[in-house]
C-alpha cells in the first residue's frame, strides 16, 4: 500500500489526523456498499445540506452549492463521490445514542437535588481540571450560580453527560433544552466496562437500565461506580432549537434522527456522508451524515448512530452494540488519491 498515513493527511487537509497504529485505505465504487440502491438517498441528502454550508474547502464548498439544485439525491451522491473504507486496526464498533428527556426541575427541592452545571469560566478548551469524584464529592461548584436545572437520579445525570445533550421536562409542565457546554478534560470510563471487570456482570447483560438499577440497588458502591468515571461534562442552555428538531451536534445544528452518526473526527471529516453497514440483531444498511462526535467515539472504524429522543429511543440505543463497516464518502479527487490501481 502506497503511504497512506502522509496521502491521508493530503487529502482530508481540512481537518487534524493523528494515528499511533497501521492505516490501511480502501476506495470502493458504489455497487461495493450493500443494498445501496435500497436507501433513501433523499433523507441523507436533506441531512447533508443541513451542515454542508460549513464545510471551508473549495471542493466541499461546491459540492454543498450543487446539493440544493440536484432533484436526484442518489445521483448526487454517485457523481460527486466515492466510498472510502479507512482502517485502523482496531474492531469496528456500532452504538447508538439518543437525546433523554428527563424530569427537572430548575430550583433545588428535596427530589430534584442533582445539578446541571454550566461551564465554569476558570477552565480553558483542552484543559484537565478536577475530577468527577472530586467536583461531587467535595462540591466544588456548590452556590457559584452555574446551576442550569436539577434532576433527581444521579445515574440520568451520568448518561445526560454521556448522551451530550437532553431536553429537561421541568415541573410547570415547560421544556429546558440543554446541549453540550464544554468537559473537565479526563477520559472517559465506561460504566459497563467497570461492572464487567468486577464481574458483577457479562458483557452482553449490561445496559443503561442495568447500570441505573444497579446503582438503586447498591447506592455506595453505585456512587463509587460512577466516580470511576472521571470525566465530567458540562451544559448549556439551547434556546434557538425548535421543539420538533434535533439537538445541537458538534457542527452546532440540529441533528437527524436515523441519519446522523457521530464519528472520530481524526479520520472522518465532520459533515462528510457516511455508509453505514451495521450487523446484529438489526442490521443497518444506510447513508447518513457525520455530524457529530463524543469522547468515547475514538477509531476509524467507531459509529454512534443517533436514534432520537425520549425513553424509547433510550432503549433502542442501548441494545446497540454491534460489529460492522464504515465508508465515508469523499469528493471523487481527494478519494482518487488514495488508488493504486484502477476500480473495477
Given amino acids: 500500500m502506497r503511504s497512506a498515513l502522509s496521502v491521508l493527511i493530503l487529502s482530508l487537509s481540512s481537518f487534524a489526523f493523528q494515528a499511533t497504529a497501521d492505516i490501511?485505505?480502501?476506495?470502493?465504487?458504489?455497487?461495493?456498499?450493500?443494498?445501496?440502491?435500497?436507501?433513501?438517498?433523499?433523507?441523507a441528502l436533506e441531512a447533508?445540506?443541513?451542515?454542508?454550508?460549513?464545510?471551508?474547502?473549495?471542493?466541499?464548498?461546491?459540492i454543498c452549492a450543487a446539493a440544493f439544485d440536484f432533484k436526484d439525491a442518489k445521483l448526487f451522491f454517485e457523481t460527486f463521490f466515492l466510498p472510502v473504507l479507512i482502517s485502523d486496526g482496531a474492531n469496528s464498533k456500532?452504538?447508538?445514542?439518543?437525546?433523554?428527556?428527563?424530569?427537572?426541575?430548575?430550583?433545588?427541592?428535596?427530589?430534584?437535588?442533582?445539578?446541571?452545571?454550566?461551564?465554569?469560566?476558570?477552565?480553558?478548551?483542552g484543559q484537565t481540571w478536577k475530577t468527577r469524584r472530586q467536583i461531587e464529592e467535595d462540591k466544588i461548584l456548590d452556590g457559584r450560580g452555574l446551576e442550569l436545572a436539577w434532576l433527581d437520579d444521579p445515574v440520568d445525570l451520568t448518561f445526560l453527560q454521556i448522551q451530550g445533550s437532553g431536553r429537561i421536562r421541568l415541573t410547570n409542565g415547560s421544556h429546558l433544552r440543554v446541549g453540550y457546554g464544554g468537559k473537565n478534560g479526563h477520559n472517559y470510563n465506561s460504566l459497563g466496562g467497570e461492572l464487567v471487570k468486577k464481574g458483577i456482570y457479562e458483557p452482553h447483560q449490561v445496559s443503561a437500565a442495568v447500570i441505573k438499577n444497579w446503582v438503586k440497588r447498591n447506592p455506595n458502591d453505585g456512587r463509587e461506580l460512577l466516580w470511576s468515571?472521571?470525566?465530567?461534562?458540562?451544559?448549556?442552555?439551547?434556546?434557538?432549537?425548535?421543539?420538533?428538531?434535533?439537538?445541537?451536534?458538534?457542527?452546532?445544528?440540529?441533528?437527524?434522527?436515523?441519519?446522523?452518526?457521530?464519528?472520530?473526527?481524526?479520520?472522518?471529516?465532520?459533515?462528510?456522508?457516511?455508509?453505514?453497514?451495521?450487523?446484529?440483531?438489526?442490521?443497518?444498511?444506510?447513508l447518513m451524515i457525520a455530524q457529530d462526535t463524543g469522547s468515547a467515539i475514538k477509531g476509524a472504524q467507531r459509529a454512534d448512530i443517533f436514534v432520537g429522543s425520549g425513553a424509547k429511543a433510550g432503549?433502542?440505543?442501548?441494545?446497540?452494540?454491534?460489529?460492522g463497516s464504515l465508508f465515508v464518502l469523499l469528493p471523487v479527487k481527494r478519494a482518487m488519491s488514495f488508488l493504486t490501481e484502477p476500480l473495477e
Fill in 24 to 43: 490501511s485505505v480502501k476506495v470502493h465504487s458504489f455497487k461495493d456498499l450493500k443494498s445501496w440502491d435500497k436507501d433513501d438517498h433523499s433523507l
Fill in 48 to 62: 447533508f445540506k443541513e451542515t454542508c454550508t460549513d464545510l471551508t474547502a473549495e471542493d466541499w464548498k461546491s
Fill in 94 to 125: 456500532f452504538t447508538g445514542y439518543f437525546e433523554p428527556e428527563l424530569p427537572g426541575s430548575l430550583v433545588r427541592t428535596d427530589r430534584f437535588k442533582y445539578p446541571i452545571y454550566a461551564m465554569p469560566p476558570e477552565i480553558t478548551p
Fill in 229 to 286: 468515571n472521571p470525566s465530567y461534562v458540562f451544559f448549556r442552555k439551547v434556546e434557538d432549537v425548535k421543539a420538533d428538531q434535533g439537538p445541537l451536534g458538534a457542527m452546532n445544528r440540529s441533528i437527524t434522527q436515523g441519519r446522523t452518526v457521530a464519528i472520530d473526527p481524526n479520520y472522518v471529516p465532520l459533515g462528510a456522508p457516511v455508509w453505514i453497514e451495521k450487523q446484529g440483531k438489526s442490521p443497518m444498511r444506510r
Fill in 315 to 323: 432503549r433502542l440505543a442501548g441494545q446497540m452494540k454491534d460489529r
